[in-house]
């Protein structure tokens, strides 16, 4: 079993920068595919960025240049990093993580970025 509990997010003008933050618990975070997804009110949730065990990432489109995913497993805590922020980038995040068939998700923070 793996709790997920993000924090970070908040109000920002456009163009400013946001660090969000994912702590797990339990075992297995080392090995687990770590992402980023968001969802905005009326859409759905959709992938914003992963980092594998090994460190590998993936990006949607929309973040690419302006969003850094990363991990620190010693304090099992996945990162997002985000400037150049936009209004669009205006949605509820969420963290998951993915190990074998398991996945686990977080209860998600609000990140509004607005004027």
């Known amino acids: 079993q793996v709790q997920l509990v993000e924090s970070g997010g908040g109000l920002v003008q456009p163009g400013g920068s946001l660090r969000l933050s994912c702590a797990a618990s339990?075992?297995?975070?080392?090995?687990?595919?770590m992402g980023w997804y968001r969802q905005a009110p009326g859409k759905q949730r959709e992938l914003v960025a992963t980092?594998?065990?090994?460190?590998?990432?993936n990006y949607a489109d929309s973040v690419k240049g302006r969003f850094t995913i990363s991990r620190d497993n010693a304090k099992k805590t996945v990162y997002l990093q985000m400037n150049s922020l936009k209004p669009e980038d205006t949605a509820v995040y969420y963290c998951?993580?993915?190990?074998?068939?398991?996945?686990?998700w977080g209860q998600g923070t609000q990140v509004t970025v607005s004027s």
């Open positions: 980092i594998s065990s090994g460190g590998s990432t």
């Open positions: 339990g075992s297995g975070f080392s090995s687990s595919v």
């Open positions: 998951k993580a993915a190990r074998g068939l398991f996945s686990y």
